[in-house]
């Protein structure tokens, strides 16, 4: 998320949201781009993304072929919390609770055979009826209260679009103390993108961190709201 992702979300959402017309014809990447400027409040770097992905047209693999991912991209977000690092740490280790600040994010299932491994799954309802896709995250072994990390397992893509697209992910949140009340949360997720896409791949880059970083100060808001709540208990 493992996170994002975070993640390891944020690249099968911005795939996922741009697929609703796989079984019958092609459709335009510009679509994932529009669809998220409203969350960013417009802005020049999204308009520059959509009016050069208006120009890239991605075609439905055929006879079972997946989609083929030739270049990573890496999007950062950072923010303060008003909270105790340790807090921060504690709520990103609970993977259960990240859709509270993700809403792309449908669920975060740890795995009860091995606690090593997580299952995402984004969910969306496009064009009459509902996508879902969802992907297997290994949870690597964390820094006690500086890095969490994760990275995607090849092959475990499963849902509406699980043989037909697999994007390959990997991230971490680190987290840096400043004072006793006080701490800095930065989430980064790496993704690959698909081949058909390369040539406009950097310009994915500031939708997604607007993306990311909305999440992140849902992330603060949700961490001083179970501070609180906490304290008052």
Known sequence: MGASAAVAAAPAMTARQSSH???TTSMRPSQV??????????????????AALCRCRLRAPQ??????????????????????LELAFGLWEDRGRIPQ???WITSVVVQEDDPRMS??????????RQW??????????????QKIHWRSVPGST??????ALEVQNRGQIRFLKKGPQRCQVKLTISYEVPSAMAPFASLLNPVVEGILQADMVRFKDYAAEHM??????
């Open 132 to 145: 879902e896709f969802s992907w297997l995250a290994q949870n690597l072994t964390p820094l006690r209260n």
């Open 33 to 50: 781009v529009l669809q998220h400027r409203s969350r960013l409040r417009g802005g020049p770097a999204a308009a520059t993304a959509a």
């Open 63 to 84: 006879n079972g072929s997946r989609w083929t991912c030739a270049q990573w991209l890496e999007s950062s977000a950072a923010i303060d919390c008003d909270v105790p």
């Open 158 to 163: 499963a849902g509406s679009l699980g043989g």
């Open 119 to 128: 299952r995402w799954t984004l969910s969306t309802f496009q064009f009459g």
């Open 101 to 103: 600040w993700m809403p």
């Open 228 to 233: 609180a709540n906490t304290k008052a208990a």
């Open 21 to 23: 017309r796989l079984a």
